[in-house]
C-alpha cells in the first residue's frame, strides 16, 4: 500500500509518501509524478512515513531526479534509516539530495 | 498465501518452511508477511528481517517477470531457520527459462544521476544485503539460495 498526497503550486511540488514503495506501488508514484512535473522548478519528496522502498522504487527516484535536474531541484526529506541504507548500499546517497 | 509444509530436522534445530505460490506480483505482499512471521518467530532482529524483505522483494519479482515470460508458473520457496545458528536460508525455485542473475555484471554506482542507467539493482542490493547468494540449475529449475546471520 502506498498513499500519495500531493501539493503543486507556483512551480513547487510536495509529495508526501506513506507506505511502502515497491514493484507494485511505485508505478502509481511514477503515474503521479509525469502528471504533475510539468513547470515545476522545485520537487520534495517527503518520506516521513514511508516504511519500505526496493529497487522498484528507486527506478522511479532516479528517474523523477534525472528529469528535475534538467529543470530545478529535487530533495528528500525525513528519510529512516532503513531506507538510507539502501540510498548508501546503491551509491544513491550520492546521487540524491537527501536532508 | 498458498499451503505451507513445515518440516523439523532430526535434531529438532532447524524448521523448514515450504511455500508453492503463483509467481506473480499480487502474491509479493502476502509472502513477504509470511517469511517476516517466520522470522521474528525465530529470534530475527527488525532490521535484519528488513534487509530480508527487500531481498525477497528483488528475488520473487525477477522470477514473476522475467522466468515463464510470455506465460505465468509457479514459484517455490523454503524458508529455512535455526535460532541455534541465528541464520536463515532462503530458497528460491522456479522451473522457467534458465537464468542466473548472479552472472550479471554489477551497476557502476559511483556514476552520477544523469550517467546512472534506470534499472539493474534489484540483484545488486541482494547481493549486498545478504551474507550469501548463490545460484545453481539443476533438473530444469533455477535454484536461488540465500543466506543471512544476526
Redesign the interface.
Known sequence: MLKINKTVENGKAFFELEGRLDTVTAPDLENELKASLNDVTELTLDFEKLEYISSAGLRVLLSAQKQMSKQGTMKIVHVNDTIMEIFEVTGFIDILTIQ | MNKITITKSEDGQTVFRDMVMDAI??N??SLQSEIESILQAAGCPM?TR??I??AV??IF?NIAHYAYEPEKGKATIRVETSEEHSCAVLVFEDRGIPYNPLAKKDPD??L???E?K??G??I??TK??MDEVSYVYDDGRNILTLKKTW
Do not use: H, P
Request: charged letters at 30%.
Open positions: 506480483d499480487q509479493l505482499f532490521k528488513w534487509q524483505r527487500v522483494e528483488e519479482v554506482i559511483t552520477s544521476a544523469k546512472r534506470i534499472g539493482l534489484g545488486f542490493m549486498k544485503l
